[in-house]
């Protein structure tokens, strides 16, 4: 038994630190690349520059500069941050609201109106770009930060609904009856109660959002137009022909900055979000 254990969880060990190799050495050739000269980029792979890691000629920091210096890059800046943090909060509002109604409200239509909305994970945003872009040209918010803000809530409710539905209606009935005994309203035992406990769950969402808007290209690309946002920014900094793509590599890292400080500030909270819901107890 001893014998079997101890293959059983090197076993264990060896695929983890695989997964984690693979899974790491993408970035970690990113990240050389991004220090070395272009010629080098473009003739020779990024390993090469671990041969003579202490050589100068081999490590740059022109494409840090380039980036960081291109015109217009601070003002993609500020219009990424104007579409990320309204259209992370917008989702987890609508859906802390819509998970408590589901959870723990009586109405007509409650178990076929959820199921669609759930139904709704499945579908391809894709299949719905040129619709909505249609509809907003006839109301004329296209090209408009209010048009990007409703399309990624439409894009998140979803899956932002059925998250904290899962952690929701998890909670102790007794809570959410005393509240009502005592005179509280559903408004009431939400905000005073529900919402309170449901910070895992909202910091949890509040990650993926806020990194998923924060990396989109193409919906801001498709809604937004010439008000131009971090990706597309950094898209074009690669040429038309993408012969510039060596500039890409320092631009990752430039644009990981801030998603990286909101990962960190809620991680204590990240874990127990995701594993809403899948325990009783």
Same mark, same amino acid.
Do not use: C
């Given at each position: 038994?001893?014998?079997?254990?101890?293959?059983?969880? #090197?076993?264990?060990?060896?695929?983890?630190?695989?997964?984690?190799?693979?899974?790491?050495?993408?970035?970690?050739?990113?990240?050389?690349?991004?220090?070395?000269?272009?010629?080098?980029?473009?003739?020779?792979?990024?390993?090469?520059?671990?041969?003579?890691?202490?050589?100068?000629?081999?490590?740059?920091?022109?494409?840090? #500069?380039?980036?960081?210096?291109?015109?217009?890059?601070?003002?993609?800046?500020?219009?990424?941050?104007?579409?990320? $943090?309204?259209?992370?909060?917008?989702? $987890?509002?609508?859906?802390?609201?819509?998970?408590?109604?589901?959870?723990?409200?009586?109405?007509?239509?409650?178990?076929?109106?959820?199921?669609?909305?759930?139904?709704?994970?499945?579908?391809?945003?894709?299949?719905?770009?040129?619709?909505?872009?249609?509809?907003?040209?006839?109301?004329?918010?296209?090209?408009?930060?209010?048009?990007?803000?409703?399309?990624?809530?439409?894009?998140?409710?979803?899956?932002?609904?059925?998250?904290?539905?899962?952690?929701?209606?998890?909670?102790?009935?007794?809570?959410?009856?005393?509240?009502?005994?005592?005179?509280? #309203?559903?408004?009431?035992?939400?905000?005073?109660?529900?919402?309170?406990? #449901?910070?895992?769950? $909202?910091?949890?969402?509040?990650?993926?959002?806020?990194?998923?808007?924060?990396?989109?290209?193409?919906?801001?690309?498709?809604?937004?137009?010439?008000?131009?946002?971090?990706?597309?920014?950094?898209?074009?900094?690669?040429?038309?022909?993408?012969?510039?793509?060596?500039?890409?590599?320092?631009?990752?890292?430039?644009?990981?900055?801030?998603?990286?400080?909101?990962?960190?500030?809620?991680?204590?909270?990240?874990?127990?979000?995701?594993?809403?819901?899948?325990?009783?107890?």
């Amino acid at each position: 038994m001893r014998i079997q254990r101890f293959f059983s969880r #090197s076993f264990v060990h060896f695929a983890v630190i695989t997964i984690a190799f693979l899974w790491t050495l993408p970035t970690v050739g990113v990240l050389v690349s991004s220090f070395r000269p272009e010629n080098d980029v473009k003739t020779s792979g990024w390993w090469n520059a671990l041969k003579h890691p202490f050589e100068e000629s081999v490590w740059t920091f022109k494409n840090y #500069s380039d980036v960081i210096n291109a015109n217009g890059i601070g003002e993609a800046f500020v219009n990424t941050l104007v579409v990320t $943090i309204p259209a992370t909060i917008l989702p $987890i509002t609508v859906a802390a609201f819509a998970a408590y109604a589901f959870a723990w409200m009586k109405f007509p239509g409650r178990d076929w109106l959820f199921a669609m909305v759930i139904g709704l994970m499945v579908v391809p945003l894709q299949v719905a770009l040129i619709p909505i872009l249609r509809l907003y040209t006839q109301t004329g918010i296209a090209g408009t930060f209010l048009g990007l803000w409703l399309a990624h809530t439409g894009f998140g409710l979803p899956l932002a609904i059925y998250l904290l539905y899962n952690y929701i209606s998890q909670l102790p009935a007794d809570l959410i009856e005393s509240a009502k005994i005592d005179g509280a #309203s559903d408004f009431t035992a939400f905000m005073k109660i529900v919402l309170p406990l #449901s910070t895992p769950a $909202i910091a949890s969402f509040a990650i993926f959002q806020f990194l998923w808007i924060w990396n989109d290209l193409l919906v801001s690309l498709v809604f937004l137009g010439t008000n131009k946002v971090l990706t597309v920014k950094l898209s074009e900094l690669t040429g038309s022909l993408g012969n510039k793509w060596h500039l890409l590599t320092a631009g990752a890292f430039v644009s990981m900055v801030v998603p990286l400080a909101v990962f960190f500030a809620l991680q204590r909270y990240f874990v127990r979000g995701l594993l809403a819901g899948s325990v009783k107890g």
